[in-house]
């Protein structure tokens, strides 16, 4: 044995474990002890591993402990997440709102703080970035314009990047492994050519990777998703993931008011006087819609 140092899992494939550690990864299995206590690591773990052979290519060790998580996701399986990246296109394709506040919802629901990230601004009209900034920026989220073509504002993700964990998600063909490529030099990730006729990327990242991008800083890449469901959030609960409507929704005639149908409602007449955006009010809409259509089982389904 050569020693026992701290490290974090980075990669899990066939029971192999790629465990990063003072700039070395270790190729590593996990003890039986983690099945008799039923635990499983995960990629992000923070894990002691005892080191077996350093003179192999890549280094060998063994997991042994698992240090204590802060958090777990299941979509993307991975540990000690700190925030989610959310990236778009300004166009090509065009942002889908609905879906983009879809997964402002699933990130609260995973109480991950958000940040926004519009990419492709070498492309896009200004009235389309001022309807981005003014609509998102209105309801609490930072939002970074981008061209990683251009290598415009990178710096300023990098920076919001530094010493945390961030789950890089969203649709797909919008520039997620070329941002990735960007950040990390020699990453490789494989892009994918967009498709000219469904005007969407074709999947390129296929498993749950942790990518050293500096000191204490990790990107987690993830499939591009074509759909997003709130399996775990009822019609009735998706006002609460508005942040705008709270200072309103008080002065509504009804208590419990849904901000829809109902008379007297603040929040509504909030929207008549522009000081709640009606694209994010749309989707409100459509999303409760969505949510009273699903199949009463569906959310349970979904948990297990």
């Known amino acids: 044995m050569e020693g026992s140092i701290q490290g974090k899992i980075i990669k899990s494939i066939a029971g192999f474990y ?59 399986n991975v540990a000690n997440v700190d925030q989610a990246c959310l990236i778009f296109a300004v166009t090509n394709p065009a942002p889908s709102y609905n879906m983009l506040d879809r997964f402002l919802i699933e990130m609260k629901c995973r109480h991950l703080p958000a940040i926004l990230c519009f990419n492709k601004t070498d492309l896009a009209r200004r009235e389309d970035l001022e309807e981005l900034k003014g609509t998102y ?74 990518l050293a991008a500096g000191e204490d800083t990790f990107l987690v890449d993830t499939p591009g998703f074509t759909s997003l469901y709130l399996a775990d959030v009822a019609a009735d609960e998706v006002k609460n993931y508005y942040e705008e409507f709270a200072p309103f929704a008080p002065h509504c005639r009804f208590a419990g008011c849904n901000h829809i149908s109902e008379p007297g409602c603040a929040v509504k007449e909030a929207l008549k006087e522009k000081k709640i955006s009606p694209i994010r009010y749309r989707n409100y809409c459509e999303i409760v819609e969505m949510l009273k259509d699903m199949k009463p089982d569906y959310s349970k389904s979904r948990k297990s």
């Open 18 to 76: 790629e465990v990063y550690a003072s700039g070395t990864i270790y190729r590593c299995r996990a003890k039986g002890v983690f099945r008799a206590l039923g635990q499983k690591p995960l990629v992000g773990d923070d894990v002691r591993i005892d080191i077996t052979d350093v003179v192999s290519d890549p280094k060998e060790g063994n997991v042994t402990a698992l240090l204590p998580r802060k958090n777990e996701l299941v979509r993307p």
């Open 137 to 210: 920026e209105s309801c609490g989220c930072r939002v970074f314009f981008i061209s990683v073509r251009e290598k415009s504002s990178l710096e300023e993700i990098k920076e919001v990047l530094l010493h945390r964990t961030t789950v890089l998600t969203g649709p797909s063909g919008v520039g997620k492994s070329s941002l990735v490529n960007e950040l990390i030099p020699g990453a490789s990730m494989e892009t994918g050519e967009l498709s000219k006729k469904l005007a969407r990327g074709k999947n390129t990242t296929r498993h749950v990777e942790l």
